[in-house]
């Protein structure tokens, strides 16, 4: 049941993506195209669905800045996630991911949108968009 409204809130808001290569191919097709933000957590965890809801009227500013969210849950390889993040499954955290690959940003709270926002767009790839008019 919370599967099937998780399912439909993330393909309503269409600014999430399930993958069906590997782990590595996941992250690293994603590498200097796009910020990743994972969600860890409990698929029926309050919280999680808390924070995919916050997200759900963001979804122009998410493509703008080209931000790809995955759940960490429903990654080809979530073992491997959590081993690489340091993370527990069922935890909840939001940990966000430049288009250098590298963490930027952690947080095992909701994190509005604008917070996101704020963070990327102080980032220097992303003032070189902005100058560049690219986004």
Do not use: C, Y
Not at 114 to 128: G, N, T, V
């Amino acid at each position: 049941m919370f599967n099937d409204m998780i399912l439909r809130i993330l393909l309503a808001v269409g600014i999430f993506s399930t993958f069906s290569m590997t782990l590595a191919s996941e992250l690293s097709d994603l590498r200097w195209k796009n910020r990743v933000v994972i969600v860890f957590g409990a698929d029926s965890d309050p919280v999680v669905i808390k924070q995919l809801a916050l997200w759900k009227s963001a979804e122009p500013g998410f493509r703008e800045r080209e931000l790809v969210v995955i759940r960490a849950n429903d990654s080809s390889d979530p073992d491997e996630l959590a081993r690489r993040f340091r993370q527990p499954l069922n935890r909840f955290t939001v940990v966000l991911i430049g288009k250098d690959g590298g963490e930027k940003f952690r947080n095992d709270q909701p994190v509005p949108p604008e917070r996101l926002f704020e963070i990327i767009d102080a980032m220097p790839m992303r003032q070189s968009e902005i100058r560049a008019g690219q986004k």
